[in-house]
């Protein structure tokens, strides 16, 4: 599934479904109708299915959903988490889960240990839900090597998710690597988060670097690597609209497309 990640703000609007709809008019394909990356707040699980999440399905959006429970790994959080995607199940949205997504930025875990033992004391709620746990790591040039080594085996993810952005790439961080040592591992490969500028502030992107950074992604497509899928982000973060595509005649337009249907033709 190819999709794009697309908040009511980024088109001063309320509802999801309808800046999901202007997304996809502007681009050309039905991609934020099809797969969204949808973020939980720290320790902040839910009840059930919220207006976003609702308005979106009723479309037929499947979700790659990121969940952070506390870091104490509380007892109380596990049943949080259990009843959370119970009610999800029930309510017959369609969806992964992506477990604390870019856990190895700076100023997330501050080891190796305590992420995996987070990864070990949480991933068997969402595995017993019948949910699939993916491993969703950011892969910034600093990251990268975490991501790596981060990578958890006990219990196994059943999906890698990649947030890997045309600044990473910009900067010299590549992911054939970790997408090797996906495949060595049996897990199949997306990508939760591409697009023009992870580092939101970045101002010194250009044309010629994103279409070099598409070609690559497109490459790795036609590899095979991206067996699950990839998700744009084109939306605002805290005010910040680098990435919102905000008409037909946006120039990233193009690229969107090609790569979004490289990974389709190859999955």
Known sequence: MTGVIVKPEAYRLTNALTAARIADGFI????????????????????GPNAEMIQLASAGCHFLLSVRPSQTLSGSQQSQLKAYLTALNRAGIRYRVALWAEMDD???????????????????IVKAAGVRCAYDPGCNLQA?????????????PDELWIDYYATAFQSGARIDKLLAQARAAGVQAGLAEWGWAGNLLSNNM?????????????????????????????????????????????????????VSSAVRAAT
């Open 206 to 258: 250009t044309m010629h670097t994103w279409n070099a950074y598409c070609e690559y992604l497109i490459h790795l497509a036609q590899g095979g690597n991206f067996k699950l899928g990839a998700i744009y982000y084109g939306s605002e973060h805290e005010g910040i609209r680098t990435d919102v595509i905000q008409s037909a005649t946006d120039p990233r337009i193009p690229m969107i497309r090609n």
């Open 106 to 124: 700076v100023g997330q875990f501050p080891s190796r240990q305590e992420w995996l033992a987070y990864w070990r004391y949480y991933a068997p």
């Open 144 to 156: 990268l090597p975490r991501a790596m080594a981060w990578f958890p085996s006990n219990p196994a």
């Open 28 to 47: 050309g394909m039905p991609l934020a109708t099809t797969i969204q990356k949808l973020y939980r707040k720290k320790g902040e699980l839910g009840t």
